[in-house]
């Protein structure tokens, strides 16, 4: 649920021409994708663990067609 406010926002972004929408949408997007150094170290740590696992056998690789196949 949003605000009045937000709502206002909202509503009046969504009454521009197409291309201005697209703008606007991608300056709210880009405010969202700030470094988080925290963050960065968490999913390093991960793929460094998951690489580890693979090359060791103790997880095996998974074809790019098993990966899509759908139930």
């Known amino acids: 649920m949003l605000d009045a406010t937000t709502n206002s926002v ?3 972004a ?6 201005e929408r697209a703008v606007v949408a ?9 470094p988080d ?3 960065d170290a ?7 663990s998951r690489l580890s696992a693979y090359k ?9 067609a098993d990966i899509f196949k759908t139930s």
């Open 10 to 12: 909202l509503d009046q």
């Open 14 to 19: 969504l009454e521009l021409p197409a291309r």
């Open 26 to 34: 991608e300056q709210i997007l880009l405010s969202l994708d700030k």
């Open 42 to 48: 968490v999913w390093a740590s991960e793929a460094e």
């Open 56 to 64: 060791s056998g103790r997880e095996p690789a998974i074809s790019l």
């Open 37 to 39: 150094a925290e963050l």
